[in-house]
């Protein structure tokens, strides 16, 4: 199909799709005569992620490492989870102190060497900016968080389908980043049920 | 104190204190000359809590929403509570349709009202963006998603302190948006971890 039919098909602009091209997210057509390329299935399917990821607020940087990636997936799944998280974590400067961070995801089972110093970076990270506003993170919900993030672990490793790479590259890759916003608003509908549930009758607990 | 002084106290540049005082974040310091204005403590807490969430990527215009709630708190903690999510949330275009975020989050007991229309259509926009990457998300994962988020909303809830009410929202504004951040690591930690677990061997089961 023509780049109009393309943007017809995916919802997606010519405007986006020729920037998209440009920045090298999305591959050239089979080019049909000087002015034209010709577009297949395989250019849908990737516009579809391509949008989605944009959406779900991954940079065009992160966007380009992530595609890489489903085009020439690493072999071992494990292997690829890495290469997944470190396409779209942000670099974080390393001169923070990791002791806390490391201290609450012993809980998950963390050692040394399980997992990458980025991500325990980014734990320390928000910890730290935790303490700095000075607000008080009572243990109890603390040691729910770390529970709770292990049974989603637990679930999504699971469920890590084995039937080709490609398939496996898509749900780990797609699977940790998209899930992201969906598991903020979850928390926050939860948040506001719970508080209507605890706070119905205003704050004071009145006998009657 | 004086700004420099505010400064070296707070590890916040001179020339990002002045930023923050012209955006409205931070209160203006007592005159105490024409050139020279006295900051205190109150100033001191205040530059932790907005370095924290500007570090935690909430927007200047979100922390001055944030920052204008914790001087002007709500009285009951269960309008602080959307009040604080209306603050830091997005606003989203609501066409999405949100019959399938509707049917997830009934698990969470959900009814039309008990939360805010926009964290709605946020789980709606979110769910949308997973099934245009074409990435299917198991049934089974996505109910331990609504399942881990509820217990982690009721421990957060149950932990609201209601001493005073500036306790209350300095817990109920800052847990909501600083543990994001922390959550999101965490889950990655877990799943680097898990995924260990499971391909320590490559992704073929060798009996041996």
Same mark, same amino acid.
């Given at each position: 199909?023509?780049?109009?039919?393309?943007?017809?098909?995916?919802?997606?602009?010519?405007?986006?799709?020729?920037?998209?091209?440009?920045?090298?997210?999305?591959?050239?057509?089979?080019?049909?005569?000087?002015?034209?390329?010709?577009?297949?299935?395989?250019?849908?399917?990737?516009?579809?992620? %391509?949008?989605?990821? %944009?959406?779900?607020?991954?940079? /065009?940087?992160?966007?380009?490492?992530?595609?890489?990636?489903?085009?020439?997936?690493?072999? #071992?799944? #494990? $292997?690829?989870?890495?290469?997944?998280?470190?396409?779209?974590?942000?670099?974080?400067? $390393?001169? /923070?102190?990791?002791?806390?961070?490391? &201290?609450? @995801?012993?809980? *998950?089972?963390?050692?040394?060497?399980?997992?990458?110093?980025?991500?325990?970076?980014? @734990? =320390?990270?928000?910890?730290? #900016? %935790?303490?700095?506003?000075?607000?008080?993170?009572?243990?109890?919900?603390?040691? &729910?968080?770390?529970?709770?993030?292990?049974? @989603?672990?637990?679930?999504?490793? =699971?469920?890590?389908?084995?039937?080709?790479?490609?398939?496996?590259?898509?749900?780990?890759?797609?699977?940790?980043?998209?899930?992201?916003?969906?598991?903020?608003? *979850?928390?926050? /509908?939860?948040?506001? %049920?719970?508080?209507?549930?605890?706070? =119905?009758?205003?704050?004071?607990?009145?006998? $009657?």
């Amino acid at each position: 199909m023509r780049i109009s039919e393309l943007a017809k098909a995916t919802g997606v602009s010519v405007a986006s799709i020729k920037y998209y091209l440009r920045e090298g997210l999305l591959p050239e057509g089979v080019r049909s005569s000087p002015t034209q390329a010709d577009y297949g299935d395989a250019h849908v399917r990737r516009l579809g992620v %391509i949008r989605a990821l %944009i959406d779900s607020g991954v940079s /065009v940087a992160e966007v380009r490492r992530v595609v890489a990636m489903l085009a020439d997936p690493p072999e #071992n799944p #494990n $292997d690829l989870l890495g290469a997944a998280h470190a396409a779209v974590t942000p670099p974080v400067d $390393d001169d /923070v102190d990791t002791a806390s961070a490391q &201290e609450l @995801i012993a809980g *998950l089972g963390w050692q040394p060497g399980l997992c990458d110093d980025a991500t325990v970076a980014a @734990i =320390a990270r928000a910890l730290q #900016n %935790i303490e700095r506003a000075g607000f008080a993170m009572p243990s109890a919900v603390a040691a &729910e968080y770390v529970d709770a993030m292990r049974r @989603i672990a637990d679930a999504e490793i =699971a469920h890590v389908p084995l039937s080709s790479p490609d398939e496996a590259v898509r749900y780990v890759v797609l699977g940790s980043v998209l899930v992201e916003p969906l598991l903020l608003s *979850l928390r926050r /509908v939860a948040e506001q %049920i719970a508080s209507g549930r605890r706070f =119905a009758d205003g704050v004071t607990e009145s006998p $009657d």
